[in-house]
T-cell receptor, first 113, second 113 residues
Framework: GAGVSQSPSNKVTEKGKDVELRCDPISGHTALYWYRQSLGQGLEFLIYFQGNSAPDKSGLPSDRFSAERTGGSVSTLTIQRTQQEDSAVYLC???????????FGQGTRLTVV | GNSVTQMEGPVTLSEEAFLTINCTYTATGYPSLFWYVQYPGEGLQLLLKATKADDKGSNKGFEATYRKETTSFHLEKGSVQVSDSAVYFCALSFTGTASKLTFGTGTRLQVTL
């Protein structure tokens, strides 16, 4: 596709359920990022994939959060046993190489009720 | 580690006023610097960038100059419009496999008639 695609755009889930958020980066982009943006807050880094290197998971807030990137393309962010504080907009971005201009998706708005 | 500090918002200006949003950074070495903008209801998009000291990035009437001596990358616009109302994020990165974008907390700009 022409840009970074995220799905779903909105997700409402019950507390304690697991959710999966998907990101389709721009074709050929080797770097992929996940960020979280809570209401009125800035961007919180979650995880960074660069090619075949081990991902930088330093931003994941707890072991309930995990992410994978299959075949160097599509990425899935999984949140297990969701809590209300997980409610936020989850943003995915990709760039041609690490550190170059990043292109963002529209985000997934997650609401935990 | 690397970090970016932005001025607190929100910033409220009348149309045609002069805008400055301060951004300073802490990093080892000389990163690339970026300003991203998030318009209401939209995803983040790159506004401008500079990759080395004394470079000036410019776009849509906005400018920012990479100042190595003051480790700053302040965003300026001579005459703001209502359509410039958005959240502005300063960011840095180092190009390379180990790099990731580091963002500031964002500054909300509200321009009124």
């Amino acid at each position: 596709g022409a840009g970074v695609s995220q799905s779903p755009s909105n997700k409402v889930t019950e507390k304690g359920k697991d959710v999966e958020l998907r990101c389709d980066p721009i074709s050929g982009h080797t770097a992929l990022y996940w960020y979280r943006q809570s209401l009125g807050q800035g961007l919180e880094f979650l995880i960074y994939f660069q090619g075949n290197s081990a991902p930088d998971k330093s931003g994941l807030p707890s072991d309930r959060f995990s992410a994978e990137r299959t075949g160097g393309s599509v990425s899935t962010l999984t949140i297990q046993r969701t809590q209300q504080e997980d409610s936020a907009v989850y943003l995915c971005a990709s760039s041609l190489v690490g550190g170059s201009e990043a292109f963002f998706g529209q985000g997934t708005r997650l609401t935990v009720v | 580690g690397n970090s970016v500090t932005q001025m607190e918002g929100p910033v409220t200006l009348s149309e045609e006023a002069f805008l400055t949003i301060n951004c300073t950074y802490t990093a080892t070495g000389y990163p690339s610097l970026f300003w991203y903008v998030q318009y209401p209801g939209e995803g983040l998009q790159l506004l401008l960038k500079a990759t080395k000291a004394d470079d000036k990035g410019s776009n849509k009437g906005f400018e920012a100059t990479y100042r190595k001596e003051t480790t700053s990358f302040h965003l300026e616009k001579g005459s703001v419009q209502v359509s410039d109302s958005a959240v502005y994020f300063c960011a840095l990165s180092f190009t390379g496999t180990a790099s990731k974008l580091t963002f500031g907390t964002g500054t909300r700009l509200q321009v009124t008639l």
